[in-house]
């Protein structure tokens, strides 16, 4: 037995049943939820609540005799009961055929309440595409001038700063022990978190820019870059700045902030899940138009051959998005007929270059694959020790963990790329920066680099498909994460003078660890007991938001071989200690050479052995190779 609650036409179908639940009825998916539901008169054999506009005669049954105040009643508190419950349900299950917003209104707000908004709306009711077409004809005289190339022509290099839409604290707590320096930059000490940026130049040890040295002159460019800045993991899983927020909002009721937490009174969440952020959304646009800018006049090889650049990436949201905009700055709307872009899927069962981890069985354990997490906690106890109490003793009714700590340190990064700015930020010492940004070192050192087993197997095929275009030759044989389907004339064309592939930080940090650019692992396994200094391995310079890694070729009247260099978020990265390139002021090796090199480190590897091997790792074990014990 049921009674059935009539709604306006918006909403969906909601049956209250006996049982003490009610029923949603939805086009994606049908939920059942425990709800308390006030006591409603049963009036003509049939108990109604209403929760559309009370005054509306449309929303009474002819037959109805009770008073409108009654009426009126009864629809407010059911209609807040069922929205009550309906958003417990949804932040325990995750329901995502809810739309969380449509009751976040309706509720009290505390501290922690998730605030989402979605948008597009799903079916605007305003939308006439046929009345709004894209294009009406009479776009006037045009014609394309001569392409860009300040890489090659500009005597000085355009620098990126990483900063434009974002607000930095205006103050930070004062940390007695350490005076803050001139040169700290908040927005450079996020680790991975960071916004990508020019690298100061000679700071990887070559003194010299990027442009094209004098002699030479710039023949191709291979490109990988990172996503853009994107929203944390699921609200959900009850750990980073998600769990913080739902630990906080649960015991909201007991909570008193005072001082630097007093804004945590009126706090919501509003982070989404893992997609970009419309700060990430930017920095792939002007990726684009910075590498048009600097590297537009290869497109010419294109013209003169009659062929289209084939750029690659993956089919997660956030990754195809990232290529979709990095090619609007790049080309410019429309994007049709101007190149064609590869999506390889990113998932369990498909090879894939730029997300090997997916293939590779050890990297899903974790004492092998992202065993960097214990590294990161061991360092999380020391640098936040005093942070806590410090903290604590503004927060009543809430006890504060390291974790908790941490979170909001996440929460800082995380709200400025896609909120703009962020309180959280206000509550460190410059002290306390330098330790969140070396936590995340550790991780990505131990979990994906060169202090991980894992890091240069799961590297290595991005390396045989960059010697491939190099050598304009196909790979004969696919014993790594290649993908032998996608590996034909049309996907991976060989011969270009341009190729553009998107993936992860991850991936850029396996690939520069397969390479063997072993400068940046000069410092040997990282301590997790103090910051060394003038370390080498940092991930706010190696893998932040939208970094891109830079394969220069080059044609020198000063050399006799062709020439190659390895650019990495503008900073040039020495390559001597690969054997048979030398020492260059401009950090330059011939191609073959390199190329040789390279063949060397593919051949040393093992995809099946580092992937697919039960090895253990020794106590005490350590590699600054990114390779398992043998």
């Known amino acids: 037995m049921s009674d059935v609650v009539s709604y306006p036409p918006s909403w969906r179908k909601i049956t209250f049943l006996m049982t003490g639940h009610i029923q949603v009825q939805d086009s994606r998916c049908d939920l059942t939820l425990p709800v308390f539901i006030p006591e409603v008169k049963r009036m003509g054999g049939q108990s109604r609540v209403y929760l559309g506009d009370p005054t509306s005669p449309s929303s009474y049954p002819s037959s109805a005799r009770r008073s409108l105040f009654l009426r009126v009643g009864a629809a407010f508190f059911a209609g807040f009961f069922v929205c009550l419950a309906v958003v417990a349900q949804y932040a325990s299950s995750n329901q995502s055929c809810l739309p969380f917003s449509l009751f976040t209104a309706l509720l009290p707000t505390h501290a922690g309440t998730p605030e989402w908004h979605q948008y597009p709306p799903a079916e605007p009711t305003n939308a006439f595409p046929s009345m709004f077409p894209s294009s009406v004809g009479y776009p006037g005289p045009t014609h394309a001038g001569a392409e860009p190339g300040v890489a090659a022509t500009a005597p000085a290099y355009p620098l990126h700063s990483g900063l434009v839409h974002l607000v930095s604290p205006t103050r930070f707590s004062q940390d007695n022990t350490k005076a803050r320096t001139k040169d700290f930059d908040i927005f450079r000490s996020w680790g991975s978190l960071s916004p990508w940026y020019s690298i100061q130049r000679g700071k990887f040890g070559i003194d010299s820019g990027p442009g094209a040295p004098d002699t030479c002159n710039i023949t191709g460019v291979h490109l990988l870059h990172r996503h853009g800045a994107r929203y944390p993991a699921d609200y959900s899983r009850g750990t980073g700045p998600g769990g913080f927020a739902s630990k906080l909002n649960m015991n909201a009721e007991n909570v008193t902030a005072t001082g630097p937490l007093s804004f945590l009174d009126d706090w919501t969440y509003k982070l989404g899940n893992e997609g970009l952020t419309p700060f990430g959304r930017s920095q792939l646009f002007d990726l684009g138009v910075s590498m048009r800018m600097r590297y537009g006049f290869l497109l010419k090889n294109f013209s003169e051959t009659n062929t289209l650049p084939v750029f690659r990436t993956e089919s997660q949201t956030r990754m195809l998005n990232s290529a979709q905009n990095f090619a609007l700055g790049f080309f410019g709307y429309p994007l049709e007929g101007q190149y064609q872009q590869q999506i390889m899927i990113e998932a369990k069962g498909f090879n894939n270059t730029l997300a090997s981890y997916r293939s590779c069985a050890n990297n899903d354990i974790p004492s092998r694959g992202y065993r960097g997490q214990p590294y990161a906690d061991a360092w ?76 240069r197997g799961e590297g290595i095929g991005y390396v045989q498909e960059l010697v491939a275009r190099l050598t304009q030759t196909p790979i004969e044989t696919h014993n790594s994460s290649t993908n032998a389907t996608l590996h034909n004339a049309v996907t991976f064309p060989l011969g270009h003078s341009l190729y553009v592939d998107a993936t992860h930080e991850v991936v850029v940090l396996n690939v520069l660890t397969a390479l063997n650019l072993s400068s940046f692992a000069a410092m040997g396994p990282l301590p997790t007991d103090h910051i060394p200094e003038q370390r080498t391995f940092r991930t706010a310079e190696l893998a932040p938001f939208a970094t891109n890694v830079q394969f220069q070729l080059l044609s020198c009247s000063t050399e006799h071989d062709p020439q190659i260099r390895v650019i990495v978020n503008d900073g040039v990265v020495p390559l001597t200690n690969l054997k048979g390139c030398q020492d260059h002021p401009d950090g330059m090796c011939s191609i073959h050479a390199f190329v040789d090199a390279q063949k060397e480190n593919i051949r040393s590897t093992d995809w099946n052995f580092v992937c697919n091997t039960d090895w253990t790792i020794p106590d005490g074990w350590e590699t600054t190779t990114g390779y398992p014990p043998l």
């Open 380 to 455: 999380k106890a020391v640098y936040l020790k005093d942070t806590v109490p410090r903290l604590q003793q503004y927060l009543d009714g809430f006890e504060l963990e390291v974790e908790d700590v941490y979170a909001m340190q996440e929460l800082c990064a995380f709200e400025s790329v896609a909120l703009g700015y962020s309180k959280f930020c206000e509550l460190f010492t410059q002290k306390e920066w330098e330790g969140f940004d070396y936590s995340y070192d550790l991780n990505l050192w131990y979990g994906v680099a060169w202090g991980s087993p894992v890091g």
